[in-house]
């Protein structure tokens, strides 16, 4: 597998966060995975954005799930973009692995049956979350999916519910890293992720840590560290 670099909201240092535009660089400079958001709108159409409300990202104001989706599909989300729909996301980039982060637990069945309409495709998914209840129904038996719990700084007992709930990945913040219950995981057969990677030493820790990879707002130059210490360089 090597060591992963997924692009954080697509490529958002350089492309409005969480829109194509975004998505579609973070493809292109050859990023593993692409991470997004979702919430859902006030009609039950699941929305990649990051926020809980319009204000920081669109031109719009209030709650996301105030809104239809209607009123969503017209707001700039940044230099002419619009917010897009899991759904859209999904079919556009059909061979990217995706980490679909659940910001809410109500949205949960509505992304789980929209990765079920697309069992097919090549790329790997991972649905994740900050929030444990959110992930409990991505558990099921048979799932093709993975899950992935994200981890708070300073929150130790997050890992012990995720070595409880029997999810596949672990997101971490460094100060949560190199601990014993990590290293259980891990030995359980669990991959756990690092971040932030913004410099070689950083990469080099992680890799050397026998992390699974990292998240980033620029994913080409990470891979470009990656690359780089892998070289030995």
Not at 21 to 29: G, H, P
Not at 82 to 106: H, N, Y
Not at 209 to 229: C, E, I, K, M
Request: one cysteine or more.
């Amino acid at each position: 597998m090597g060591f992963l670099i997924a692009g954080h909201r697509g490529a958002m240092a350089h492309a409005p966060e969480n829109t194509m535009r975004s998505f579609r660089l973070a493809a292109e400079v050859g990023a593993d995975e692409i991470e997004l958001d979702v919430h859902l709108s006030r009609d039950g159409e699941l929305v990649v954005i990051h926020d809980e409300t319009l204000d920081r990202t669109t031109d719009g104001s209030g709650r996301v799930a105030d809104h239809d989706w209607a009123d969503l599909a017209v707001l700039d989300a940044g230099h002419g973009e619009r917010v897009p729909r899991l759904a859209e996301v999904l079919d556009a980039f059909p061979a990217t692995g995706f980490q679909v982060e659940v910001k809410a637990p109500a949205a949960t069945a509505g992304v789980l049956a929209a990765l079920a309409e697309r069992r097919d495709r090549p790329g790997a998914v991972v649905v994740t979350s900050f929030r444990a209840d959110a992930l409990t129904p991505a558990l099921l038996p048979g799932r093709w999916w993975h899950v992935g719990l994200i981890c708070a700084r300073g929150d130790a007992g997050a890992v012990a519910t995720a070595s409880r709930l029997g999810v596949d990945r672990l997101y971490l913040p460094w100060d949560l890293a190199g601990t014993p219950a990590v290293e259980a995981f891990a030995a359980g057969g669990g991959l756990a992720f690092v971040g932030p990677c913004d410099d070689v030493d950083a990469v080099r820790r992680a890799i050397a840590g026998g992390f699974r990879g990292t998240t980033a707002d620029d994913p080409a130059a990470v891979l470009a560290l990656r690359d780089a210490v892998l070289a030995g360089t």
